[in-house]
């Protein structure tokens, strides 16, 4: 058998009532509610389990809720033996890799991405930024895009997702212009995507700023399993990098495609996506179907997993 990665998801992944099978199903998983809780003073759980669909949306509530979710699915795969050789994590998906791999406590992250989410919706007036995802153009040609459809302004390319998908993001009017060059360069799809702030472009230097701050004040420490960055899409195992990568991921694009071009050339043939959904399962099929995409997000798809990595092993020529 290869080599094995966890991967973690980022914003846009959230539902209503995720990770209440998990907390159910595992005394570690309901273990990290629990911390969740303490740390931010109220109570996560009811945001997972319970709030409306409105309320876990905002960016403050998002962030933290993805964040426990995963984190509650890692510790049930850790609590059986399940080690991956390499994490990596979708945006703010960066601090479960990093609480996985043993660099950053749970509690100081779970405050972190609560402030990262309110500095993110902070840092631009409501309506005067906006994302739009771009289908079925190379990630080159939109780049080129968006410095034609500048104009002044700002637009680039924020989340080099597959070869198929680039998400941009800037100020509202450039993206709109964007947008309709794309169409015309024929692009399969072209839409304003429905985000609360436009992420990962130089709009959010006000964020990045505030949560530098808080960065350098929280303690990293050497990472026990090797992560690949947002940033750089290379593997880093200090917890001075990790903090650097996290400052400059504010307002730098995610290389999530050079990222797992990476883990591959590694020698990762398994990759689990861990925590809710099932978006970068999705966008591994565009990046190589040759490897094999599984998630573990309940108890249900836990147990598929570790089935399913228990058939590989024992099927592996090296056992």
């Avoid at 979710?69 to 399940?82: D, H, T, W």
């Avoid at 989410?117 to 995802?133: D, K, L, T």
């Avoid at 709009?203 to 690949?228: G, S, V, Y």
């Avoid at 990790?242 to 999530?256: D, G, K, N």
């Amino acid at each position: 058998m290869g080599k094995l990665a966890f991967l973690f998801p980022g914003q846009g992944s959230q539902y209503c009532g995720m990770g209440r099978d998990l907390a159910e199903a595992f005394a570690e998983s309901r273990q990290v509610f629990d911390q969740a809780n303490a740390a931010l003073g109220f109570s996560m759980s009811d945001m997972c389990y319970t709030a409306s669909l409105e309320e876990l949306k905002q960016t403050e509530n998002t962030q933290p809720a993805i964040l426990t979710v995963s984190v509650a699915a890692y510790r049930a795969l850790e609590k059986r033996g399940v080690k991956p050789d390499f994490v990596a994590g979708h945006s703010l998906g960066e601090y479960s890799a990093l609480v996985a791999a043993g660099g950053l406590d749970f509690s100081a992250a779970v405050k972190l991405v609560r402030a990262r989410g309110r500095y993110m919706q902070e840092a631009v007036p409501a309506g005067e930024g906006a994302m739009a995802a771009i289908l079925g153009l190379p990630p080159a040609e939109v780049l080129e895009i968006c410095k034609k459809a500048a104009d002044h302004e700002v637009v680039s390319p924020a989340n080099l997702n597959s070869p198929e998908q680039t998400v941009i993001s800037g100020n509202a009017a450039a993206v709109k212009r964007a947008v309709e060059i794309a169409s015309q360069s024929g692009a399969k799809r072209a839409v304003i995507l429905p985000v609360s702030a436009p992420f990962h472009c130089a709009l959010m230097a006000p964020a990045q700023k505030r949560l530098e701050q808080d960065l350098r004040a929280a303690n990293f420490t050497a990472l026990k399993i090797p992560l690949i960055t947002n940033v750089d899409a290379e593997a880093i195992t200090t917890g001075d990098e990790a903090r650097e990568a996290l400052i400059r991921q504010v307002t730098s694009p995610v290389r999530w495609l050079d990222s797992v071009h990476e883990m591959i050339e590694s020698g990762v043939t398994i990759f689990v996506e861990v925590g809710p959904g099932k978006v970068l399962s999705g966008l591994m099929r565009q990046i190589d179907r040759s490897v094999r995409s599984l998630n573990v997000e309940d108890a249900a798809s836990f147990q598929a997993t570790i089935d399913k990595i228990a058939q590989l092993r024992a099927e592996s020529p090296e056992n």
